[in-house]
């Protein structure tokens, strides 16, 4: 053992630790990680959406062809992604066509809760400077039974046609994604929190 590890040894063994103990803090105290970054420093990055920034992000809800679904692990509650193809209904509503073998349906049959990215970056430029749209919305299915089914099916298929292969199997299954709130990202510092209402 060197000098200065012995010298912090004996310093340690001197310190009387006779009734010491850890400090139990209340949770609101403890630290928590951060990242840092503009998020310190400016409290809003959200304009207010006009005409221009609605009509932007219903653009690229209709124009996706798929999309991006986050869904909690029903085992963990862990986040996952997985690409699905989207659609919209006659009301601009965001639908998807889906199997009940997937992992998505079984998290979405635990917590309908979700989210969907939509908006491809272009083949040249900054990826982060092309639009993209989050929506966070509550996944709702569309069985056999019901009377919005065919009529469903049909826009479906017109849009999708190549889904005629495969929409009938006995696990496919419509799903309409109620929307509840945006985020939408027309590029750097083009920011908008749409609701439900501007879609």
């Keep these: 053992m060197s000098g200065l590890l012995r010298w912090i040894c004996g310093k340690a063994e001197a310190i009387d630790l006779k009734g ?21 420093t400016v409290t809003n ?11 932007q992000a219903r653009e690229l809800l209709e ?37 009940s073998l997937a992992e998505h349906t079984r998290a979405l049959n635990a917590n309908p809760n979700c989210a969907l990215l939509v908006g491809e970056p272009k083949e040249k430029g900054d990826p982060l400077t092309h639009p993209r749209l989050t929506l966070h919305a509550v996944a709702r299915p569309v069985h056999r039974d019901m009377s919005d089914y065919a009529p ?5 298929l017109s849009l999708r046609p190549k889904a005629k292969l ?6 496919f299954s419509f799903v309409r994604f109620a929307i509840k709130d945006g ?7 083009k920011a908008y929190r749409l609701t439900a209402g501007d879609f």
């Design 63 to 99: 124009q996706a062809q798929f999309a991006a679904l986050a869904v909690l692990q029903p085992e963990t509650t862990l986040p996952t992604l997985s690409r699905i193809a989207l659609a919209t209904d006659t009301d601009g509503c965001p639908v998807t066509l889906i199997s």
């Design 45 to 55: 990055p959200y304009q207010t959406p006009d005409g221009d920034a609605r009509a």
């Design 152 to 156: 469903l099916r049909e826009r479906y």
């Design 20 to 40: 010491w103990r850890d400090p139990v803090l209340p949770s609101s105290v403890i630290a928590k990680p951060r990242f840092r970054g503009l998020a310190d």
């Design 166 to 171: 495969y929409v009938d199997f006995a696990d």
């Design 183 to 189: 985020l939408l990202n027309g590029g750097f510092g």
